[in-house]
T-cell receptor, first 112, second 111 residues
């Protein structure tokens, strides 16, 4: 089945550590996105990539980094510079030929 | 840049009640509008979308939305809700090459 796989589903890290969230898609979509979901704040865009080896900052990119070395993969690193990293992170992808986005099931990151 | 406002943060209804969730976007021109739903523990799913044409859009599970250009609105409606509609609902607008989401509305439906 085609879709987006985010792993792991739950992630715990100590404060000050970098952590990388995985996002893989087998939909052959060109564009991929990372959103952060917090209660009462909806989904806020962190980074997005329209094509391999290119990506743009979203509204809340500070403290995060991404790479897009392969079409299928768009990992997100939450660095120690991110002031409030505990959140639910959603990855999505899209194709210009289909409406809307396909979302992964998310990773819940808790930093203690 | 576009922005989206959802004014209803938490809505509580009894089964069979009618539903209307508000969504306003910030500026006009050609807009692509979406409603997504997130059922507890599940992926975000597309409910319906508007790109052009008939401003009354029908989606899955009996939902519909009306695009009113003069009001910059795209409200979501359902004539009779069910307990299984309990979920969080997000309105979104396409801004050049990305989607901008609203803050979401949590709907609770009681039997």
């Amino acid at each position: 089945d085609g879709g987006i796989t985010q792993s792991p589903k739950y992630l715990f890290r100590k404060e000050g550590q970098n952590v990388t969230l995985s996002c893989e898609q087998n939909l052959n979509h060109d564009a991929m996105y990372w959103y952060r979901q917090d209660p009462g704040q909806g989904l806020r865009l962190i980074y997005y990539s329209q094509i391999v080896n290119d990506f743009q900052k979203g509204d809340i990119a500070e403290g995060y980094s991404v790479s897009r070395e392969k079409k299928e993969s768009f990992p997100l690193t939450v660095t120690s510079a991110q002031k409030n990293p505990t959140a639910f992170y959603l990855c999505a992808s899209s194709s210009p030929f289909l409406p809307g986005y396909t979302f992964g099931s998310g990773t819940r990151l808790t930093v203690v | 840049a576009q922005s989206v406002s959802q004014h209803n943060h938490h809505v509580i209804l009894s089964e069979a009640a009618s539903l209307e969730l508000g969504c306003n976007y910030s500026y006009g021109g050609t807009v692509n509008l979406f409603w997504y739903v997130q059922y507890p523990g599940q992926h975000l799913q597309l409910l319906l979308k508007y790109f052009s044409g008939d401003p009354l859009v029908k989606g899955i599970k009996g939902f519909e939305a009306e695009f009113i250009k003069s009001k910059f609105s795209f409200n979501l409606r359902k004539p009779s809700v069910q307990w299984s509609d309990t979920a969080e609902y997000f309105c979104a607008v396409k801004d050049t090459d990305k989607l901008i989401f609203g803050t979401g509305t949590r709907l609770q439906v009681f039997p």
